[in-house]
């Protein structure tokens, strides 16, 4: 593998147990906070394609089958468990999510939850950071049409005048922030980390050029450390200390997570690139795979039931956000390999069945 792909597989891998991380309520969500979510936009920027600016309905196609059906797949298959999750407390209704009740479907509401999965809006309760592919899928097609335009118009590729259209919707959205509007499928954050895409895109071209400092890295965390407790950055609700605030933390923070995957140990690197390429899975069930240490906490501490649909999830103090943590990445990747294993045999078996009848013959 092109060792440039695999380090961007780590940094997507380590990304991946930020998110994990920060779900588990951890004690240092408040620091990957400022910088996590944008690291994903980085690595998307990274491997985009200039071919897709001459030819946009190529990249459409690609992320159709890259963002849009992994988001239908997995929101209907969540969608026909909605009313079962009930039946095992992972749903309750006296228990909401991010503030809103959860009720069973009828008739009716599945046909709306249907209609908008397919219009690329609806999420399930527990598939909440399923934002990230409608405003990725955004990000995409934005860059993509600023830089075809400016191919169109000017017959070349104009990075100066590209570089300022971006910097410009940037300060729309934070423009829109301010003021708290909101625009469909998350498209007012799009406006946002369009320009951390760009960031990774303009960091292919010159990564060759690029060390990595011990004494740097360390400079970078003690500055998000202090950091961390004067401003914040959440990029779902697209609210942030500031403009400059945002662009500064996510720079250090890059490097900082740059050092530490080209730093680490050859099996924990090789860890993180598995991570890194099973995210989808572990974005889809790392939130329901909770619910298994919420259960462990119900029943050892003898509280009712209905808390094992507590969310994200029920106590992670003494240590128990460790246990989400593992479980959250642990049990995605075992449904995954799981399955392959499976896949691998029965086709073996099939194959061993088939050859036998042909040699019968």
């Not at 780590?10 to 969500?29: E, F, T």
């Not at 923070?253 to 690197?269: H, R």
């Amino acid at each position: 593998m092109n060792n440039r792909y695999d380090i961007m597989d780590r940094i997507k891998g380590l990304a991946m147990v930020y998110i994990v991380l920060d779900h588990a309520q951890s004690p240092v969500d408040p620091f990957i906070r400022l910088f996590h979510l944008s690291l994903f936009f980085i690595v998307s920027g990274y491997f985009y394609n200039e071919e897709y600016s001459k030819k946009p309905f190529m990249l459409f196609k690609k992320r159709i089958k890259s963002l849009y059906i992994p988001f239908i797949k997995y929101e209907l298959l969540f969608l026909l468990l909605h009313n079962v999750f009930f039946k095992f407390n992972i749903y309750n209704i006296n228990v909401p999510i991010e503030g809103d009740a959860v009720t069973p479907y009828t008739g009716a509401s599945i046909i709306k939850a249907v209609t908008t999965i397919f219009l690329f809006w609806n999420r399930e309760p527990l598939l909440g950071v399923f934002w990230f592919f409608t405003v990725l899928f955004a990000v995409n097609i934005l860059f993509c049409m600023i830089r075809y335009t400016s191919l169109l118009l000017l017959k070349t590729i104009n990075e100066y005048i590209i570089a300022m259209v971006i910097l410009l919707l940037f300060v729309l959205g934070n423009i829109l922030s301010y003021f708290s509007i909101t625009l469909p499928v998350g498209f007012h954050v799009s406006l946002v980390v369009l320009l951390t895409f760009y960031a990774g895109f303009l960091y292919r071209r010159y990564a060759r050029n690029m060390t990595f400092n011990m004494y740097i890295a360390g400079a970078c965390f003690c500055i998000l450390f202090i950091s961390m407790f004067s401003g914040s950055v959440n990029v779902p609700r697209n609210t942030y200390s500031s403009p400059l605030f945002f662009i500064g933390s996510t720079v250090l923070g890059f490097y900082l997570t740059m050092y530490m995957v080209n730093s680490a140990p050859a099996y924990a690197g090789k860890f993180l690139g598995m991570i890194g390429r099973n995210t989808i899975i572990i974005m889809a069930f790392h939130l329901l795979s909770f619910k298994i240490i919420n259960a462990v906490q119900v029943y050892a501490y003898r509280q009712p039931e209905h808390l094992i649909a507590s969310f994200p999830v029920l106590d992670s103090s003494g240590g128990w956000w460790i246990a989400y943590v593992i479980i959250g990445i642990g049990v995605p990747l075992l449904i995954k390999y799981g399955m392959l294993k499976i896949i691998q045999f029965k086709n073996s078996i099939y194959v061993k069945y088939r050859y036998g009848t042909l040699t019968n013959e």
